[in-house]
């Protein structure tokens, strides 16, 4: 597969990113894709990975069945009250 063209990556944020722009996921479509998808954070736009759209919706769907919790930790509870 021949290399992504980065610069001509049209990049798309998730819209829970808000508007500030830094620590976002993005994902892209390379041209020429070949079925590629690009994952980067946008604080580190140089790092980027690389998978197929199989790949990446089998991630997805881990993560919405909370297959991955996890790898998170332990979840603090807030109570009523606290900030």
Known sequence: MPTP??????????SYSGGTGDNCLELGRPA???GRVLLR????P????????????ALLR?????????????RRVRRAGQT
């Open 32 to 34: 020429p894709h070949g």
């Open 5 to 14: 063209n980065l610069a001509a990556t049209r990049w798309q944020r998730s």
């Open 62 to 74: 881990g993560v919405k069945a909370g297959r991955f919790d996890r790898l998170a930790g332990p």
């Open 46 to 57: 140089r790092s980027v990975l690389t998978t197929s759209a199989a790949r990446l919706a």
């Open 41 to 44: 954070e946008s604080d580190a």
